[in-house]
């Protein structure tokens, strides 16, 4: 997979690449956040069309999210958002969408600087450079894809603009999977209050009762399938769920630095997330997964594998343990994000000592066990910490 990365000029100018030997393309474009089942299913299908017309698979994707890019722009006076800013709700980096996508047998991606300038283009402007300068011939898109300034190229324009042009073609995919679920308008992460996974307050509620809690928490329709609905679930503990629409469980990564040592001090090897964690991180609580060694940047060099991604050891060997992850909440602001930090601590279901200092992990959410506890004394965290530690890899066998 070829990967280019394009940033507009101050005109919105995209210096788009043209495919190689008069080649057609057959391409979609998105953010792809977490690159669950919906978007999935949409490059499978750019990949499927390109091998049947002897096409080549393109892929635009969107960085950083558009609704990141829009917020951050609303709250400072239109200027885009800087490159070293976090976003805190993606669901997952760039590299790691890359990764995946990569996946799905995509030819090529050109990844995009989302600017205020390229959200001012047009669809018919935008479409009309993907099939001049590019050589799209097949656009494929979602069932409830949007596009360009205003979000006005929807599928019915898109279709309009394919007919009356007659220069590309539309593909729409169906990818609404299980269809869709409601969720609050205004939602805010909420901490489940007991042990065990939470389920969808939805489930199993008649028509009726349905209606009522819309009402009740002012809720707004959603795709299963969706970016937004993930994150949601993730925000309320539901792990497994949200495993479900992705596809794969649900991960973030960081490097572990030393923290309290207070894993050291109880016995339980533990890994302590500093520093910026990629990808979106679940509600408070102590949940089962995975804790994967990816290495260190030395590790990633030495086989050739790129150490700014969330998996950089993918070519080489990794190292996983079963573990018990804790999540909490510091009191105090952090001045980069500003939301309160979050932190990460990952206690390996082993026997072995582990030193994963300056390495970097990936810790994968398999599960939810309980909420946060306070303890009177070190023995009583100890013993939970075996609880917690047992039922983890249970869960996960």
């Known amino acids: 997979m070829t990967i280019e990365w394009l940033t507009p000029d101050d005109s919105d100018t995209v210096a788009w690449p043209a495919l190689p030997d008069g080649k057609k393309g057959v391409l979609t474009i998105g953010a792809f956040d977490g690159m669950h089942r919906g978007h999935q299913a949409v490059l499978t299908r750019t990949v499927e069309l390109a091998h049947q017309l002897g096409a080549i698979s393109v892929a635009v994707v969107l960085d950083p999210r558009p609704a990141a890019a829009h917020a951050y722009a609303a709250a400072h006076d239109g200027t885009d958002m800087p490159q070293d800013s976090v976003d805190s709700d ?24 989302y600017t205020m300038a390229f959200a001012a283009v047009s669809y018919i402007s935008f479409l009309g450079q993907m099939v001049g300068k590019v050589g799209m011939r097949t656009l494929v898109l979602g069932s409830d894809a949007k596009m360009g300034a205003g979000q006005k190229g929807d599928l019915d324009a898109i279709r309009n603009l394919a007919l009356a042009t007659g220069v590309f073609e539309l593909d729409v995919v169906d990818d609404a999977g299980p269809g869709t679920t409601r969720i609050p308008f205004d939602w805010k992460p909420e901490e489940p209050t007991q042990g065990g996974e939470p389920s969808d307050p939805l489930a199993g509620l008649t028509k009726a009762e349905r209606r009522t809690w819309s009402k009740k928490h002012h809720a707004r329709e959603t795709r299963v399938w969706s970016s937004t609905n993930i994150r949601y679930m993730l925000a309320h503990g ?8 992705l596809g794969r ?47 260190t940047a030395d590790d990633a060099e030495a086989s050739g594998v790129d150490a700014s ?9 990794v190292t996983r343990w079963p573990a018990a992850i804790s999540i909490g909440t510091k009191e105090t602001f952090s ?4 939301f309160h930090d979050r932190v990460v601590e990952a206690y390996a279901c082993t026997d072995d000592w582990l030193n994963l200092y300056g390495h970097r992990v990936r810790v994968e959410f398999a599960g939810f066990l309980r909420p946060q506890m306070r303890f009177d004394s070190a023995d009583a965290l100890v013993a939970q910490l075996a609880v917690d530690s047992r039922a983890a890899a249970d869960l996960v066998e």
């Open 90 to 113: 993606a669901l997952m980096p760039v590299t790691r969408r890359l990764e995946l996508i990569e996946a799905t047998g995509i030819d090529r991606v050109f990844v995009v600087r």
């Open 238 to 245: 539901r792990v497994k769920d949200a495993a479900d629409a």
């Open 249 to 295: 469980r649900h991960e973030i990564s960081g490097e572990v630095v030393h923290g309290e040592e207070r894993g050291r001090t109880l016995g339980f090897p533990t890994a302590n997330l500093g520093g910026i964690v990629e990808g979106y991180v679940p509600v408070d609580g102590v949940y089962a997964g995975w804790l994967v060694d990816l290495g």
């Open 309 to 317: 991604g969330t998996d950089a050891t993918a070519a080489a060997d």
């Open 335 to 338: 001045d980069q994000t500003g």
